[in-house]
């Protein structure tokens, strides 16, 4: 059985046949490549875009843990503000004035302690 091939002619069905074949392996070769080269670029470009979600969200975290540290801060400052508005407004000249007598031995200076420093103008 002869037939014709693009104008070829052929001399044996069986290579016709292992060419046929061959032909058709390499088909599904380059199929199964190109599957696997599309399957590959959409796996990179969705890991790609999971990192990318995965980085926001712990941006996010960090800047929302940001926010209320400063808030925290913020409170914390206001309070060490009273916290010192209450210790001045509770230590008194006379309280002063008993510590630096009890504690440093402090007493207001005699007369013959003064000595005055003339300058001239």
Do not use: W
């Given at each position: 059985?002869k ?50 979600i ?7 975290n960090l ?15 206001i ?23 009890e504690?440093?031995n ?16």
């Open positions: 059985m037939k014709k091939i693009k104008n070829d002619k052929v001399k044996n069905i069986n290579e016709y046949k292992k060419e046929k074949k061959n032909k058709y392996k390499k088909r599904q070769g380059r199929k199964i490549k190109k599957v696997i080269r599309r399957f590959g670029l959409f796996l990179v470009c969705f890991l790609m875009i999971i990192i990318n995965c980085g926001h969200s712990i941006i996010g800047k929302y843990d940001i926010h209320y540290l400063k808030k925290e801060l913020k409170q914390e400052e309070r060490l503000e009273e916290l010192k508005a209450k210790v001045e407004t509770n230590t008194s000249i006379r309280e002063i004035e008993e510590r630096a007598k504690e440093l402090m007493d207001y200076p005699k007369q013959n302690q003064i000595r005055y420093i003339e300058v001239d103008s």
